[in-house]
């Protein structure tokens, strides 16, 4: 990924945060028919030496886990805050005009060999821990040994596991580091005047990379 020096972050609390908190990724490997994608949430796993592990499934019916060259890196992409910053935000559309639109946003890269599980055992507890990590927010949680035993059995059926051990993340926080002081407290201003979810977001990147 291009990463200007300026929207490089390298912190790794920051990275695992982003993931946890948007783990919905793009996975992508290449096989025979070349490049290959799949949406699906992945749960982040650090071991006590650091070592990161991405783990999630697949259905069977997906032939991204039959079809993939396990020498390649598989890359997964998870995508954090983004939004449009309009050039009517910046002080310098008054003063001399020699503005643009531009698009914030955040990400994380993690790239690493990627594992097939074909295990039963490896398949509930994944589930367990998929579903408890999601559920611990809600009044009344659900979980797996909520439903009947056999149903989930037959359903695990369906699926198999993947891990991705992870051996280089990359991330890229681009939220107007390059722009003034003033300017980006106008982004700011700009963003929170929208009062939206994503607009509100990406105004506290915006304010958290001034401080």
């Known amino acids: 990924m291009y990463i200007p020096r300026d929207n490089e972050e390298t912190r ?4 695992d945060r982003l993931m946890q908190s948007r783990p919905l990724a793009a996975l992508v490997t290449l096989g025979d028919s070349g490049l290959f994608a799949t949406h699906l949430p992945l749960v982040l796993h650090r071991e006590a030496d650091g070592e990161a592990i991405l783990r999630g499934h697949l259905s069977r019916a997906n ?9 390649v890196q598989a890359l997964a992409i998870f995508s954090g805050p983004e939004h449009y910053i309009s050039p009517s935000w ?5 003063e001399n005009g020699k503005v643009v639109p531009t698009w914030n946003y955040a990400v994380v890269h993690a790239y690493g060999p990627l594992r097939i599980i074909d295990d039963p055992a490896w398949l ?3 589930l ?4 408890d990590t999601h559920e611990a927010a809600m009044p009344e949680p659900w979980s797996v040994a909520d439903a009947p035993a056999d149903y989930i059995a037959a359903l695990a059926k369906g699926i198999v596991g993947i891990e991705l051990k992870v051996e280089r993340l990359e991330g890229k926080w681009k939220v107007s580091q390059n ?8 982004i700011e201003q700009g963003l929170e ?5 994503a607009s509100l977001a990406m105004r506290d990147l915006v304010e ?4």
């Open 208 to 211: 958290g990379k001034r401080s």
């Open 90 to 94: 910046y002080p310098e559309k008054a």
């Open 128 to 131: 367990h821990t998929l579903t």
């Open 12 to 15: 790794i609390e920051v990275l």
């Open 63 to 71: 032939r991204q886990w039959r079809d993939f060259s396990p020498s």
């Open 179 to 186: 722009k003034s002081e003033s300017t980006r407290a106008s």
């Open 193 to 197: 005047a929208l009062d939206t979810e």
């Open 124 to 126: 509930l507890a994944h």
